[in-house]
């Protein structure tokens, strides 16, 4: 009895050790995942990268007009903090795979709510919550190994760019930045009152950048400097009376901003602020006349 046991203990501790020395190798198609924030969204991108390893990629190894799964391995998959809008229509917030039908002249691009396949065995058209086209065109220079990236960044939206080969597909993810932030100064701001400094700044900055309502942003930037000037609120102060056509104010107040923004050591606010003053009055002379 004593014996047989031994053996079944030797048996299982040999087992333990062969699942433990493992050969670790480089992966055909190394994973990766790029998270990037577009507007307040943080978008993620998680897939394989294969190699063109001198194979013919597009019409051979990815045949045209079929299904594919845009990347190696298991599905390559999008994730969404929030709603976003692809092509006009608008995504919830989650996770989707990204499949692609490639053709010469045009691919489909695909998101289905089935994440758990490996590659694009068993997918099916019923679980794609859209379909959208996406016009390729030819890179001067061969990417060897599958890449997305995010590209020409706004506020609001990123193309997602995809490039293998000589071929590049890029497809534009656009986000609701406005109704969030304006929810936010609603809450913080207007309906709570705030007295505080930041908080005014931020909303009145937002005001500004965004053509909205240039009087109640200088409500807010005026209480914010009065409780507490700094260089750039002040900054933001004379530039808001530019566009109000407070031409002498803006001046006056851009010229305050110059003397904090010295005090601080910060001179890239001191050509700022000199430009500023220089496109409201040309005769200004640096260091002259003030």
Request: glycine share 6%; proline share 4%.
């Amino acid at each position: 009895m004593k014996q047989k046991f031994a053996f079944t203990l030797a048996f299982f501790l040999c087992s333990l050790l062969s699942f433990a020395q493992q050969i670790q190798m480089p992966q055909a198609s190394p994973s990766a995942k790029i998270t990037q924030k577009v507007g307040l969204t943080d978008v993620t991108v998680d897939y394989s990268r294969p190699s063109m390893k001198d194979r013919k990629i597009f019409g051979e190894l990815v045949p045209y007009g079929q299904v594919w799964r845009t990347g190696a391995n298991g599905a390559t998959v999008l994730s969404f903090s929030t709603d976003v809008l692809i092509d006009g229509k608008k995504i919830p917030a989650g996770q989707y795979a990204l499949y692609s039908i490639p053709g010469k002249s045009e691919w489909t691009m695909i998101l289905s709510k089935n994440i758990k396949l490996w590659g694009a065995i068993g997918y099916q058209q019923s679980d794609d919550i859209i379909r959208f086209k996406a016009q390729p065109s030819k890179l001067s220079k061969e990417n060897e190994t599958f890449e997305i990236s995010f590209e020409n960044m706004s506020d609001t939206g990123s193309d997602l760019s995809l490039k293998w080969d000589k071929t590049r597909v890029d497809f534009r993810v656009e986000t609701e930045v406005d109704p969030l932030v304006m929810a936010q100064i609603k809450e913080f701001v207007i309906d709570g009152n705030s007295t505080d400094p930041s908080l005014l700044y931020s909303a009145a900055s937002y005001y500004y950048t965004n053509s909205k309502d240039m009087n109640q942003a200088y409500t807010w930037i005026n209480e914010s400097v009065a409780s507490d000037p700094k260089y750039w609120t002040m900054h933001l102060k004379a530039k808001i009376e530019a566009v109000l056509g407070k031409k002498t104010d803006a001046v006056e107040t851009a010229e305050e901003a110059i003397d904090l923004a010295e005090e601080a050591g910060n001179q890239d606010y001191v050509g700022l602020n000199e430009r500023l003053i220089k496109s409201l009055n040309p005769n200004y002379a640096i260091g002259i006349v003030k």
